[in-house]
């Protein structure tokens, strides 16, 4: 058994204890900080502590360490630390602070109508993100980024169309829930350089963050990421972090923040969006025009709501062949709490649109899903929307597994199909270090364990490349001042582009001599925001997923009784893991299709807890759950830590709507599916009349 | 700081409810209160914990009658073998709470001291005619559970009791617990519906859908003059959907409860036929 050293377990000596004040109102300036109530033995970190720093954020740098204004109920006005949790978070209760309330905004679509009140009115200047997509904020808007796509001419698609059907999706906001929750430790050192160990999937772009906000050299920064207790995209670039870094030099001392799960709630979500989808074909099923128009809450702050919007916005294309493509899509601020990256990155919300449009499409067409499909999906060569040319293409088995799996082809009645495509992070650096040790080997990278298992990964593909056994290989957690530059562990990527830099690494190791090499990757590419034109991916990510419902009409209760996702694996490295990636994102994405959906009310989440917020239980497994990684001799790796979540919630809602229940909305609750019973039921009715 | 008390005997926790009141929070598995003080509801001057008391947590059968300790747990409930033989329905509502890890901790005195609406054993404890034992330095006294819980986490228990004891009459002949999620299989109840039917004719309690248990004797009498069949057991339901003013909750709207209410209060009285 290993003992794995979170970042709670991280104790310093002479460390003290973080707790925050938060807002309590959903917008408003801060007029005053009372702190004539605090208990002896502790430290404040107040406006006039922070006013001076620099800003933050990963696409956009519209944060700062301490909100002013507050921006969503939960922002971050003041800290406190003190020796004990407890202490602190007395002391925390004990800040008064008085606010000027502004006028708040909760739903995307509010936020971009002429006359909304304006979170951000000084943004839009600068777009920070050097690794990832151009930023496109509409100044004077809520508009935080406008990504768009064109090829062909749609309208003149849809005028040639035979069939044209449009219906507008919503999917939920939802917490990542790790079992263990955002923690911090900062400490100073004595020569005044910053140490931060902290749960992160981004050490890099974390370092380069806090460095800016707190204008240092990024050398003079240093970010050690030692394994987490899950993340799912939860803790990714600069959460706690700079706020600890500025209570523990304000303390003098090391200060270590860890919060609580009603915290969670308030720190970082899944995007809520609503997506709006308009596809024509021909009458023989043959796709002529889609125009998919996505409006993306990324609430208080960009943070990479700008990526997740692009992506949305290209995987809602759908891996199909289609002349004429027209995509918008937003990232909306609202004074929400911040919505970021999270398993699926946007291609959840716009999958469960585009794929449960296909069905509608079918039916209208009077034509089997599954041919509907298949008739259009991409292959070998074929051209994508954004101009790239697709290679190694997989759809079509990915699909076929799926309908296999629920005998589709025999009975389609109770089923459904999703297939989707998903990109990787493009364009992307992965670097790596191998050095020979007397019993083995070390392999230093920034690729970051969240329970994945990207170190088995490593030490599994390290030791066929170095022949030796597994257990020689030593992983250290990253450390930004040890382990080579590496763009994030994110986006289902590390697998695949860290496995090649380590390919790199040992030739370089096994030219100079055995005992150090080094190896490094760089996919290039990128699209363009304003056209969509360019290299969204270089490797895609293929799956598939099918489902078998029976609805309870009574109530409306679903029972998902079979659940199958393939996913295409290329060479699979580490068997066990890549199961545990497929069924873990099979049950999140069972989570995102009935359950979960995060509440709130004038601004305030009401549901903040895992007894309100209801997350899948082992009950709530299929009790038949099925996947299928698929291979080729010879194939490149392929990333599959994401895949078979996003298809999973289309694949129920077109289940159900082969029963006639329709629904359009994230999640299909009890509820929901009786309302949709019920219209059916009365359309019958009617026609019956 | 929250201060602790923990005695050793049923008597100097009397004594200590008695002289300390309300100012301590009567803690038992701690299920409900953890949840609280976790979220900043609550935060105690004192917690009296029953935890030290010996024999608060038994279970067994004294001339017919079940009597459940305050501090037995819902997993010693479900696995009882007395409970399974005799009051089977009893034994699956409380299989059906939340989660072994939960069950293993929650307490049968607790959950009907919580009088938290949304909880299994209230519903069917209501239904087999349950009372619970309060005891107070004062002496002791039997209620029912309809005068036991009075409104949304409030009970008629008076700041000197504590409640010792669950006692359940023989299990009449046929007896359903009907736990409706709308969520996960670990949710607590949207609707939950017990149905007895013994001597004294139908009893149907809907519990998590109001304040309290709800129970509609008069549409319960329409049993007394005909055998429950399809047809009757439809007509109970749509009556009890109408009788009730259902609230709404993250589980269900009161307008869907209602729905609900109608096919799983059928669908128990039609068990029973």
């Known amino acids: 058994m290993r003992l794995v050293h979170y970042s709670q377990d991280a104790g310093l000596d002479g460390m003290w204890h973080a707790a925050f004040v938060r807002s309590p109102v959903p917008h408003g300036r801060v007029c005053s900080v009372d702190v004539s109530a605090l208990p002896p033995d502790c430290v404040a970190l107040l406006p006039q502590d922070t006013a001076a720093l620099g800003r933050y954020g990963c696409q956009l740098k519209d944060q700062r360490v301490l909100a002013d204004p507050a921006r969503f109920v939960g922002d971050i006005v003041a800290a406190v630390a003190a020796p004990t949790r407890s202490r602190a978070r007395a002391a925390a209760q004990a800040v008064g602070v008085d606010f000027d309330e502004l006028p708040a905004v909760f739903d995307p679509l509010a936020a971009v109508a002429e006359g909304a009140p304006l979170l951000h009115p000084e943004s839009g200047a600068s777009a920070q993100d050097k690794v990832s997509i151009g930023v496109r904020p509409l100044p004077g808007t809520n508009v935080c980024h406008r990504f768009r796509l064109f090829n062909g001419d749609v309208e003149s698609g849809f005028a040639a169309s035979a069939v044209v059907v449009e219906e507008t999706f919503r999917t939920a906001s939802a917490q990542h829930a790790p079992m263990e929750p955002h923690a911090t430790v900062a400490r100073w050192t004595e020569d005044g350089r910053l140490e931060v160990t902290t749960g992160t999937q981004t050490p890099f772009n974390l370092r380069d963050d806090l460095a800016g906000a707190l204008g240092l050299e990024p050398e003079r920064v240093r970010v050690i990421a030692p394994p987490m207790g899950g993340s799912f995209g939860a803790k990714t670039f600069t959460r706690l972090e700079a706020i600890v870094a500025c209570l523990a030099r304000k303390a003098g001392r090391p200060v270590q923040a860890v919060l609580d799960r009603g915290e969670e709630f308030v720190t970082l979500n899944r995007h809520p969006a609503v997506v709006r989808v308009r596809i024509g074909a021909e009458p023989d099923g043959t796709l002529v025009a889609k125009q998919l128009d996505c409006w993306a809450d990324t609430g208080a702050y960009a943070d990479c709501g700008p990526g997740v919007a692009t992506k949305m916005g290209y995987a809602g294309v759908g891996p199909y062949r289609i002349p004429h493509v027209r995509v918008d899509a937003l990232a909306v601020y609202t004074n929400l709490p911040p919505n970021g990256a999270f398993r699926g990155y946007g291609a959840t919300q716009s999958v469960w649109a585009s794929e449960r449009a296909m069905d509608l499409l079918a039916e209208r067409l009077d034509m089997s899903p599954l041919e509907l499909r298949r008739r259009n999906l991409l292959r070998d060569g074929d051209r994508f929307a954004t101009g790239e040319v697709m290679r190694d293409v997989h759809f079509e088995e990915c699909l076929q597994s799926a309908a296999d799996a629920v005998d589709y082809e025999d009975d389609p009645r109770g089923k459904g199909l999703c297939v989707l495509l998903k990109g990787m992070q493009t364009p992307s650096r992965a670097a790596i270090s191998v050095e020979r040790t007397p019993v083995g080997y070390v392999i230093r990278s920034a690729s970051c364990e969240m329970g994945q298992g990207i170190r088995d990964s490593l030490r599994l593909q390290g030791a066929a490349l170095l022949g030796c056994e597994p257990g020689q290989i030593e992983v250290p957690d990253p450390d930004t001042d040890s382990s080579p530059f590496d763009t994030r562990t994110t986006s289902s990527r590390s697998t695949y582009m860290m496995g090649r830099a380590l390919a790199d690494a040992v030739r370089d190791l096994e030219a100079g001599g055995g005992e150090r090499g080094y190896g490094e990757i760089a996919n290039e590419g990128g699209l363009d925001p304003d056209t969509g034109q360019g290299i969204a991916s270089t490797h895609w990510h293929q799956g598939a997923a099918a489902a078998q419902v029976r609805v309870d009409e009574d109530t409306g209760r679903v029972t998902v009784e079979r659940l199958h996702a393939a996913v295409y694996a290329g060479r699979v490295v580490d068997r066990a893991g890549a199961e545990l990636q497929n069924e873990g994102s099979m049950i999140m994405g069972l989570g995102t299709a009935l359950l979960e959906s995060i509440e709130h009310a004038d601004g305030q989440i009401t549901n903040a807890n895992l007894s309100d917020y209801s997350v899948p239980a082992l009950g709530d497994v299929p009790a038949e759950m099925t996947h299928e990684l698929i291979e080729r001799d010879g194939a490149e790796v392929h990333g599959l830590g994401e895949t078979a979540l996003p298809p999973v919630p289309a694949a129920i809602g077109n289940a159900l709507a082969s029963l006639g229940v329709g629904l359009a909305e994230l999640p299909m609750t009890a509820e929901r599916v009786l309302e949709a019973l019920e219209a059916r039921d009365r359309q019958a009715a009617g026609a019956a009349v | ?273």
């Open chain 2, 1 to 273: 700081m929250t201060a602790w008390l923990a005695p050793d005997s049923l008597e100097e926790a009397l004594d200590l409810r008695a002289e300390r009141g309300a100012e301590a929070t009567v803690l038992a598995g701690g299920t409900f209160l953890g949840i609280l003080m976790n979220q900043g509801f609550l935060v105690p001057d004192t917690l009296l914990s029953l935890g030290r008391i010996p024999a608060l947590d038994g279970i067994e059968v004294v001339d017919g009658e079940l009597r459940l300790g305050a501090m037995a747990t819902h997993r010693a409930v479900e696995r009882s073998a007395a409970v399974r033989e005799g009051w089977p329905v009893l034994a699956r509502a409380f299989s059906l709470v939340a989660s072994p890890r939960v069950r293993n901790q929650a307490t049968v005195g607790g959950v009907m001291a919580d009088a938290d609406y949304a909880s299994d054993p209230p519903a069917v404890l209501a239904a087999l005619g349950a009372r619970v034992v309060l005891r107070s330095a004062r002496g002791e006294r039997a209620v029912g559970v309809g005068d036991l819980i009075q409104g949304y986490y409030e009970t008629c228990i008076a700041e000197d009791e504590l409640l010792v004891q669950v006692r359940v009459p023989p299990s009449p002949g046929r007896a359903v617990y009907r736990k409706f999620r709308s969520r996960s299989s670990e949710d607590r109840p949207c609707v939950a519906v017990a149905a007895v039917r013994g001597a004294a004719g139908l009893r149907v309690v809907v519990g998590a859908v109001a304040e309290r248990p709800q129970e509609l004797p008069d549409v319960c009498a329409l049993a007394d003059t005909s055998l429950p069949d399809f047809e009757l057991a439809a007509e109970i339901g749509r009556r009890y959907s109408e009788g009730i003013e259902p609230m709404s909750d993250s589980r269900g709207s009161a307008g869907y409860r209602r729905k609900v209410i109608a096919a799983e209060v059928r669908r128990a009285v039609e068990a029973l036929a």
